[in-house]
């Protein structure tokens, strides 16, 4: 932004602002607050709390509901490493595909419909990708717990890049079956 000063005895003359007066004009905000469209309060009134519909999974048994691929060669052998290695059965398993995996899905703030990543379901919170795998490796025995600490400090990003090239071709590498086998 320049400020041409009219011909007088400075002919020619431009006068530039300070780089601090030229910030403000060059950031606009990504997204702007604002309520979605085609919702009225008595639609918002009537959305569903998927938290207070599946307290039922979590009101007589405090264990994590570990959400896996029923279908997927991959998941189903995940979910036996998991079983054989978790002595104490801190995680209970179940289906995305089911009707009880579809709504903790909606807990987690994920489509029903997504089978794309597993899912570690707590009473308070909930695990995707990477994330999920390291908490899962945190319940079951040594030396997962230890090993789960230190891959804590790979970035993020890395950790849900690998995940992700590994969950997009898992029925490629390892198959897939007609029906859940746990």
Request: net charge positive.
């Amino acid at each position: 932004m320049a400020i041409n000063i009219p011909a007088t005895k400075f002919t020619g003359l431009t006068v530039t602002p300070p780089f601090y007066a030229r910030v403000s004009q060059r950031f606009t905000p990504f997204a702007t607050l604002s309520t979605p469209p085609n919702t009225s309060s008595s639609s918002r009134q009537a959305a569903v709390d998927w938290v207070k519909e599946t307290a039922s999974f979590f009101s007589l048994d405090n264990r994590p509901i570990m959400l896996f691929d029923g279908v997927c060669n991959l998941c189903n052998g995940g979910v036996k490493f998991v079983r054989d290695n978790d002595s104490k059965r801190r995680i209970r398993y179940e289906a995305l595909q089911s009707e009880a995996g579809q709504n903790l899905l909606r807990r987690s703030g994920r489509a029903p419909d997504d089978i794309s990543s597993v899912v570690l379901v707590e009473k308070d919170r909930s695990y995707v990708k990477s994330e999920a795998v390291l908490k899962i490796m945190e319940y079951i025995n040594l030396p997962f717990p230890q090993l789960a600490f230190f891959l804590h400090f790979v970035p993020l990003f890395i950790r849900d890049f690998a995940y992700d090239n590994v969950a997009n071709n898992r029925y490629a590498l390892f198959g897939r079956s007609e029906s859940c086998e746990i």
